[in-house]
């Protein structure tokens, strides 16, 4: 009885693992991922490819994951855990303030553009995930310029974290536009 496999089993085996080793897959670093964005970007905001990194790398799953979709959903999560803490803080102020309705005008008004923009993220990471990125695409544009349209409504209170905040949503649709597209 012979113990060698027949030539038929071993080109078979030496096609799929041709093929397997061969296989198309999209990978990338934080690094990779904030450079391409950087190359790519044309309009403002211009952040800065250190900001991203430095940004996305908050998440400490970022660097066990190699997949453009898991980033999105990373720079979404952390999109969101900031636009919360800063419409925190405008929730906080708009307790606090008292007798001045034009003060009290204008955190309404900011405080409705981070209260839309937090409820669209957390519908925009389900339709990640269900790979619905049309509508990601859609329901996302919008809310880029949430943070800014605060920074003019309610100028000089929350530039810093309005700045930041508006960066990271463009890295969030930026990563979404680019590599889920």
Not at 14 to 25: I, K, Q, S, T
Not at 102 to 128: A, F, P, Q, S
Request: proline share 4%; glycine share 2%; hydrophobic share 40%.
């Amino acid at each position: 009885m012979s113990t060698t496999l027949p030539l038929a089993a071993i080109a078979v085996f030496l096609v799929l693992l041709f093929h397997h080793h061969h296989l198309h897959r999209v990978e990338a670093t934080v690094e990779d991922i904030c450079g391409a964005l950087i190359n790519r970007r044309t309009t403002l905001p211009k952040y800065s490819k250190s900001f991203c990194v430095t940004t996305l790398k908050e998440d400490p799953s970022s660097a066990s994951t190699a997949d453009p979709k898991s980033f999105a959903r990373i720079a979404i999560k952390l999109s969101l855990t900031k636009g919360s803490i800063v419409d925190n803080k405008i929730a906080d102020l708009i307790q606090n303030t008292k007798n001045d309705t034009e003060k009290l005008d204008r955190l309404w008004l900011c405080r409705k553009e981070y209260v839309n923009m937090v409820g669209t993220l957390y519908d925009v990471d389900d339709d990640i995930k269900e790979n619905n990125i049309a509508e990601v695409k859609k329901i996302l544009a919008p809310q880029v310029g949430a943070p800014i349209r605060c920074e003019r409504k309610y100028p000089k209170h929350f530039t810093k974290e309005n700045i930041a905040q508006n960066y990271i949503m463009s890295i969030s649709y930026d990563i979404i536009d680019i590599f889920l597209s």
